[in-house]
């Protein structure tokens, strides 16, 4: 008899620990068996790149989460129309995340160059900086393509910092991303510039309006990320109060612009270098410098001055420090876009080139899905009516791969296409299709849901 209550004990402790396992362990998206997709410039047909897309691997122990990822997306990267020759590639990672991570009692942490975070699709998160900056001894910009280098070389600080949002946006693809050397990564929210609401890019005019999610301003935003001091990061909208009461609304990063015409001193006041004076090509905002942090104590819906708050989320119901993808009323990033310009947490670099404790891999199951599964997702199929082109667009992160049929009224199947996890839409050609009404059923392994739309043909 106590053999038999000794058993069942452990069965519960076990499920226990698997129904509260670490959001950190068991976010990632996961995938072995497909490849991603690129665009080059002036052709609108994504091409395979024959590399696998999201992490191929998770593993974990007592203290960290080991993530092992191509750095590949599987929304399709590019094009690039700045003259970036570069193309995503394979960057063979494994990145030790720590599932404890702790608020950094000292001197905070400055975000750098490079690699400071990872998306759960295994892409890099960079912060505000483009390694572009300002020489004062030229009167020019330095470092970076097509400048000289800056004093000290690429690693020294500079008085005035070039951001890489607004100064790079001709080179992002539409998924607000783009390469360095091949180390395809983003600064900002991961979703496609044609769902901001004032659009900011025309770039998605010819290629997928595609992203790692979609901005709901109605439901707490995904987790997206991972810093590399261990927190979470969040999309764009989250719970007003710190508790999780007040309602859904837009988070807010607590930086603005200076009032500032003479670029001779920063936030601080303290005494620097000067800078180019505010112009049309030098416009406000082009320089990380030209922020400043107003603390908003009354206002929970505000963040700190990491880009972040500790608050009660979805997947952390007693609470956790969290970073958010700040943009503003019109979907647009705002500085600091995600972490920065410090880490709340104690951070180091998270790459590395082997496992040297022992593990237990995550296996990834397909996620339950309930019968309201499509209407959380918040699809849209347009245009409705449509003439050539038909598109499904999700308004959610897509954690399970949905199917999707076209079907003639009769339920003849004509054509049928998948919405992969970490994307977002899919397309019909229907140009070879009569007029008429036909149907688009969305399906998991378990439920479905049917749309109708109209074909017009002159």
Not at 71 to 77: L, N, V
Not at 111 to 129: K, S, W
Not at 238 to 249: Q, S
Request: hydrophobic share 30%.
């Amino acid at each position: 008899m106590k053999k038999i209550i000794y058993l069942f004990a452990l069965c519960a402790f076990v499920l226990s620990a698997e129904a509260q396992l670490n959001p950190a362990i068991s976010s990632w998206l996961q995938n072995t068996t497909e490849t991603g997709t690129y665009y080059v410039n002036g052709n609108s047909t994504a091409i395979d790149n024959g590399i696998l897309y999201n992490c191929q691997k998770v593993e974990y122990s007592a203290e960290f989460v080991y993530v092992t990822a191509t750095g590949i997306p599987a929304y399709p990267t590019g094009p690039f129309n700045d003259g970036n020759p570069s193309q995503a590639t394979n960057q063979n990672g494994i990145y030790k995340i720590p599932l404890n991570p702790i608020k950094n009692e000292g001197t905070p942490i400055a975000t750098t160059g490079g690699n400071i975070g990872l998306f759960i699709n295994g892409v890099a998160l960079f912060d505000y900086r483009d390694g572009v900056a300002w020489n004062p001894n030229t009167n020019a910009l330095c470092g970076g393509p097509g400048n000289p280098p800056c004093p000290g070389g690429p690693a020294a600080k500079q008085d005035w910092n070039r951001d890489a949002i607004p100064a790079e946006r001709a080179g992002f693809d539409c998924s607000k991303a783009h390469p360095a050397m091949g180390n395809y990564h983003h600064h900002q929210n991961p979703s496609a510039f044609k769902l901001d609401k004032e659009v900011v890019s025309e770039i998605c005019n010819l290629y997928d309006a595609d992203g790692l999610y979609a901005i709901d301003e109605e439901k707490h935003s995904p987790l997206i990320g991972f810093a590399y001091d261990g927190f979470p990061i969040y999309g764009a909208y989250g719970y007003k109060n710190a508790d999780g009461t007040g309602g859904i609304t837009r988070i807010k990063s607590g930086y603005s612009l200076r009032d500032i015409t003479k670029r001779t001193t920063h936030a601080d006041g303290s005494t620097v270098s000067n800078g180019p004076d505010v112009n049309a090509t030098y416009f406000l905002g082009y320089f990380r410098e030209d922020y400043e942090f107003i603390s908003h104590p009354d206002e929970p819906d505000y963040l700190d001055e990491h880009n972040g708050r500790f608050c009660v989320t979805p997947e952390y119901p007693e609470g956790t420090y969290a970073y958010f993808a700040t943009v503003d009323e019109n979907w647009n990033s705002t500085y600091p876009y995600v972490v920065g310009p410090t880490f709340y947490g104690v951070s180091t670099n998270r790459k590395v080139t082997s496992i040297a404790e022992q593990t237990t891999v995550y296996t990834t199951e397909t996620t339950s899905v309930s019968d309201d599964y499509f209407e959380k997702l918040n699809l849209t199929v347009f245009p409705n009516p449509s003439t050539d082109l038909l598109a499904v667009q999700v308004n959610e992160l897509v954690g399970n791969q949905i199917k999707i049929e076209l079907l003639d009224l009769s339920g003849k199947l004509l054509n049928s296409k998948v919405i992969n996890s970490g994307s977002t839409i899919s397309y019909f050609d229907t140009q070879t299709l009569y007029g008429g009404v036909y149907l688009v059923k969305l399906s998991t392994d378990k439920y479905s849901t049917t749309r109708k739309v109209i074909l017009v043909k002159e």
